[in-house]
């Protein structure tokens, strides 16, 4: 098929409306799961679902969130699928259990598992485990490559691995893998720094391990709370990156997403600004409000939002009460592909972060 557009302009992208989850909704649907028969795979679990993202059942258009809940003495049975996840538990605590590494949690810590990674979880405590997880699996489902294993076998890594640690076996997948050198060579055409590089380094890259991390809300609220100090003339955001470093230069938690923690003291109104990363907070104290393309969307703590489609002009601001907000935004991705335009201020130029160049603020060293 062939769809002449000789001579047309691009379409320019319509811009998605915010949406609001509220935390009785949440609740409700909390209560809902747990008054549910437990399953044979130990997932109770509900899709948050924004159907203008279409295929994928996401809540931004690259991205999928669930809520999870656990009762007490409960787990799920392993699983693993080829997307990545950031997890954020909002009421509870438990343990995960991702390729062999145990993870302790508590209420609002954050943990990604990397993707192929088997994992499960469990509520080890006495009170409801409620978790959001935030995935790329809605990408890959509109391009129907989101693979799932229900049951797996044990892989030459996680456990498995661990185990033949113990036996002094290696493995082909340990970390510090190497691609063996192929005789025939990467080489430079010219001198014009484009290389061919043969099928036999192709299928046999270098791996960056991804490790699961493990961000606990007391160590990141000690740090975040320092943040006050700024006061209301700073220009920026009072944020942290939960930061994973096999990353890089794309500044990740995964390499889909970033997972940011911000304190935003009572009184403050951010500049506005706009990037093609989606961005979703969730509020979990205080309430403020947002403007997103000229109207305003009120929220408070418990709610989630998808607070900035993607290059929607936006900016938030906090009533009287200090806000304590997770972001979920798909801005690696967009590094990965030079796709990521961003404007922090709306009266100068633009940038595509990681291509061309970058931003400051006023804050002063030390």
């Not at 691995?161 to 691609?179: F, M, T």
């Not at 036999?200 to 100090?229: F, S």
């Not at 979920?328 to 404007?343: A, E, K, V």
Request: proline letters at 7%; one cysteine or more.
């Amino acid at each position: 098929m062939f769809i002449d557009r000789t001579g047309l302009p691009y379409e320019q992208p319509k811009l998605q409306k915010p949406l609001i989850v509220s935390k009785e909704e949440i609740e409700a649907e909390v209560e809902r799961l747990a008054s549910l028969p437990a399953p044979l795979n130990g997932r109770r679990m509900s899709i948050i679902c924004n159907p203008a993202t279409g295929v994928g059942n996401g809540f931004a258009p690259g991205t999928g969130i669930t809520l999870s809940v656990l009762r007490p003495g409960e787990r799920t049975k392993p699983i693993r699928h080829n997307s990545s996840q950031v997890n954020f538990c909002i009421r509870g605590g438990g343990t995960a259990f991702v390729d062999g590494q145990q993870i302790r949690y508590s209420q609002y810590d954050t943990w990604n598992t990397p993707s192929w990674a088997t994992y499960e979880h469990t509520n080890d405590t006495d009170e409801l485990q409620v978790r959001l997880t935030y995935s790329n699996a809605p990408l890959l489902e509109k391009m129907n490559v989101h693979i799932v294993e229900e049951e797996p076998k044990p892989s030459p890594s996680g456990r498995g691995r661990e185990a033949r640690a113990r036996q002094g076996e290696a493995s082909s997948n340990d970390e510090g893998h190497k691609s063996e050198q192929s005789p025939f060579g990467t080489f430079e055409i010219g001198r014009s720094g484009a290389y061919l590089m043969p099928y036999e380094t192709l299928i046999n890259p270098d791996v960056k391990k991804q490790e699961a991390l493990h961000w606990p809300w007391r160590e990141v609220k000690k740090e975040l709370d320092k943040l006050k100090a700024l006061g209301s003339a700073y220009v920026g955001r009072r944020l942290y990156l939960l930061y994973n470093p096999a990353t890089e230069h794309t500044n990740g938690t995964t390499n889909n997403f970033f997972a940011t923690i911000t304190i935003r003291p009572g009184n403050i109104v951010d500049r506005p600004h706009r990037h093609t990363a989606a961005a979703i907070n969730y509020f979990f104290a205080g309430r403020g409000y947002s403007v997103v393309e000229g109207e305003r969307y009120e929220w408070k703590a418990g709610d989630l939002m998808l607070t900035a489609p993607g290059w929607a002009i936006h900016n938030h601001a906090s009533y009287e009460d200090d806000v304590y907000e997770l972001t979920i935004q798909d801005s690696p991705l967009n590094i990965w592909m030079g796709s990521l335009l961003w404007q922090e201020n709306l009266s100068h130029p633009l940038e595509v972060l990681g291509a061309t160049g970058g931003f400051g603020t006023n804050r002063a060293a030390g």
